[in-house]
């Protein structure tokens, strides 16, 4: 069984930051693409940002130059750093990664349980 955890998410003023977290654990061979996504309430989930296991990164336009994704390869973690927060960053932030399991033929999608991120005076 595989469990993607994410943590660090809470309620933060504008122009705060945060830091999530998110563990991937069990049976697990081996990790392509981790990735952050959010959705806020109304709206459809959306990529904030991904990184490969040989670390290139990607951002959506609306975070770049205020987020900044990294991974630990050999803890199975990655990591969102987020700056500058503005309203429009409250979302409940999901983690995904694209991962093969032990004895598995392919790599398939898993999806962490999501952490709510405010951003309010």
């Known amino acids: 069984q595989v469990q993607l955890v994410e943590s660090g998410g809470g309620l933060v003023q504008p122009g705060g930051s945060l830091r999530l977290s998110c563990a991937a654990s069990?049976?697990?061979?081996?990790?392509?693409?981790m990735g952050w996504y959010r959705q806020a309430p109304g709206k459809e989930r959306e990529l904030v940002a991904d990184?490969?296991?040989?670390?290139?990164?990607n951002y959506a336009d609306s975070v770049k130059g205020r987020f900044t994704i990294s991974r630990d390869n050999f803890k199975n973690l990655v990591y969102l750093q987020m700056n500058s927060l503005k309203p429009e960053d409250t979302a409940v932030y999901y983690c995904?990664?694209?991962?093969?399991?032990?004895?598995?033929?392919?790599?398939?999608?898993?999806w962490g349980q999501g952490t709510q991120v405010t951003v309010s005076a």
């Open positions: 069990g049976s697990i061979a081996s990790i392509n693409t």
């Open positions: 990184i490969t296991s040989g670390g290139s990164t």
């Open positions: 995904k990664a694209d991962l093969k399991r032990y004895y598995g033929l392919s790599y398939n999608t898993y």
